[in-house]
């Protein structure tokens, strides 16, 4: 079964850093955009952040812009997710989430195929 496997969570004070990772298992992730996704308790599901496949299109929601920083290594069949200045609202659990697409990418998650199981973010001091 492909998967994929998130990492790098945990508690931070807030102003801290975090950075999260997600790799797959028995897929490799060149030819898919891929997505982070977190989800508070009581609220829906949001897009965090997404990278293309190829093109270098990212995507970031207006929360985060200029404190997270998505990247992709082929190389290693990773994505990461580069969180700094983290704030309580980013308490939340974080998901990757992988689409296959030729260009771009977007935050409709019910256009991506394959999905971690999450990693547990919390800020707190």
């Known amino acids: 079964q492909l998967q994929l496997v998130e990492s790098g969570g945990g508690l931070v004070q807030p102003g801290g850093s975090l950075r999260l990772s997600c790799t797959a298992s028995?897929?490799?992730?060149?030819?898919?955009?891929i997505g982070w996704f977190r989800q508070a308790p009581g609220k829906e599901r949001e897009g965090v952040s997404c990278v293309s496949r190829s093109d270098g299109t990212t995507y970031y929601a207006d929360s985060v812009k200029g404190r997270f920083t998505i990247s992709r290594d082929n190389a290693k069949n990773t994505v990461y997710l580069q969180m700094n200045s983290l704030r309580p609202e980013d308490t939340a659990i974080y998901y990757c989430?992988?689409?296959?697409?030729?260009?771009?990418?977007?935050?409709?998650?019910?256009?991506?195929?394959?999905w971690g199981q999450g990693t547990q973010v919390t800020v707190s001091s």
């Open positions: 989430a992988a689409e296959l697409r030729v260009r771009g990418c977007g935050f409709l998650s019910s256009g991506y195929d394959y």
């Open positions: 028995r897929f490799t992730l060149d030819y898919y955009a």
